[in-house]
């Protein structure tokens, strides 16, 4: 069994948790509340800017050229698709204030930062795969579940269920398992993919729930 294998094995029943969310739900059906889906995409932009950079960092530490160089493009696709996706859906958005990085949010893309500059490359790399995975499996959920055929969260929907972002999740797992294949870090990947799943579960109950800093 290869480690991404045993990693989502250990990991399932928190991507179970994640599709029962009412934010999934009610995208998938369209009848999600704009401001809710505004206040995601608002939050997904501070975390891209933060992701984006990470994956930056992973790819020098990284020995294999080919591998380098996947992960800079990792780096540069993943935030020229969500700056066009922000783009399309906040061009008519109303303005509001959004006052920097919800709580999970800085949780989560500080989680990250310490996985790059305290850890084992692998580690990293298993931190921050979760972003990639579940992400095109929630695509591929709701493209397989919907039931309607006018839904204006559609474009955002396309764009992770379909085959261009599934092969460069392919590709990120593919260098997951090269790196874990020999290293003694495999149960250290394991627990940073397995809390990194769970920030995935809690960015999008924090978007539902337009989650705020206590006064």
Known sequence: MSWTE??????????????????????????????????YLNQDAIYLSEYGKILAGIATRLSNSDHRAAFLGFSTDTIAVE?????????DAPKVDYSGPSPSCLLYTGFLSQQLLCCPVEVAIAAVLPC??????????????????????????????????????TKALEISNTVAENSVLQDQMTEAFQYACKME???????????????
């Open 201 to 215: 579960w809690m960015f999008w109950d924090s978007a539902y729930r337009k989650e705020d800093w206590p006064v």
């Open 83 to 91: 700056s066009a996706l922000h783009a399309f859906y906040l061009k």
């Open 132 to 169: 990639f995975w579940i992400y095109q499996k929630v695509g591929d959920y709701i493209l397989e579940h919907q039931t309607t055929s006018e839904n204006r969260y559609q474009t955002w929907i396309d764009t992770y269920g379909g085959e261009e972002f599934a092969a460069a999740v």
């Open 6 to 39: 045993k990693a989502w094995k250990a990991s399932e029943s928190i991507y179970n948790k994640i599709l029962e969310l009412p934010f999934l739900h009610e995208l998938m059906n369209g009848t999600l509340p704009e401001e809710k889906f505004y206040f």
